[in-house]
């Protein structure tokens, strides 16, 4: 099945530790893959796409085709990445659309 | 830029009852989501608009749900009747394209089903 796996429900560090929100996919073709993040009572958003292969907030996502994963990482965590992160890939043929994986509560402590 | 708007924000209505949601879409965005989100779960999508057209309703229980896109603008997502396992997060979103675009969100209807 083509799905999104993000093992962690929840994921708490601290201040200024590197962070790392797992996400592994199953797909049979060439995936393009998605972080979307929703901070409290605020609305989902999309944080980055691995075409574009920037950084936004901090945050980067690489790739590996080989372990089939799609890894969100940051340096140095602050409180205001505190959030819900999904992963995403586009399904493509037939009905294309987007597919997310169930998310990770990120809780950065102080 | 408001974004997407959704109303209402959250509705409480009694099983076999009827209920709709409403999307206004970004400005000039040509398509259309709705996405079902169960608690714990990422959204999953309902259906899709390409203007007016519903090109993809493929994962939308039609037995019960309904949608339409009037004018390729605005657009309306029912249920009739409601039952126990609708209680969800009901998200619309738009996109200037098609789904390759960015997807813009709204706040979501929380619908409860007693």
């Known amino acids: 099945a083509q799905r999104v796996t993000q093992p962690e429900k929840l994921l708490s560090v601290f201040k200024g530790a590197p962070v790392e929100l797992k996400c592994n996919y199953s797909?049979?073709?060439?995936?393009?893959l998605f972080w979307y993040v929703q901070y409290s009572r605020q609305r989902l958003q999309l944080l980055l796409r691995?075409?574009s292969r920037e950084s936004i907030k901090g945050f980067t996502a690489d790739l590996n085709k080989g372990e089939t994963s799609f890894h969100l990482k940051k340096p140095f965590a602050q409180e205001e990445d505190s959030a819900m992160y999904y992963c995403a890939f586009l399904k493509r043929g037939g009905s294309e659309k987007l597919v997310f994986g169930k998310g990770t509560k990120l809780t950065v402590n102080p | 830029e408001a974004g997407v708007v959704q109303s209402p924000r959250y509705k409480i209505i009694e099983k076999k009852q009827p209920v709709a949601f409403w999307c206004n879409p970004i400005s000039g965005h040509n398509t259309l989501y709705w996405y079902l989100q169960n608690l714990g779960q990422g959204p999953e999508l309902l259906i899709r608009?390409?203007?007016?057209?519903?090109?993809?309703d493929s994962q939308l229980p039609k037995d019960r749900f309904s949608a339409e896109r009037l004018k390729g603008v605005d657009s309306t997502l029912k249920i009739q009747p409601a039952e126990l396992g609708d209680s969800a997060v009901y998200l619309c979103?738009?996109?200037?394209?098609?789904?390759?675009?960015?997807?813009?969100f709204g706040p979501g209807t929380r619908l409860t089903v007693l």
């Open positions: 608009y390409e203007n007016e057209e519903a090109v993809d």
């Open positions: 979103a738009s996109s200037l394209g098609g789904v390759t675009d960015t997807q813009y």
């Open positions: 797909y049979s073709g060439s995936p393009e």
């Open positions: 691995h075409i």
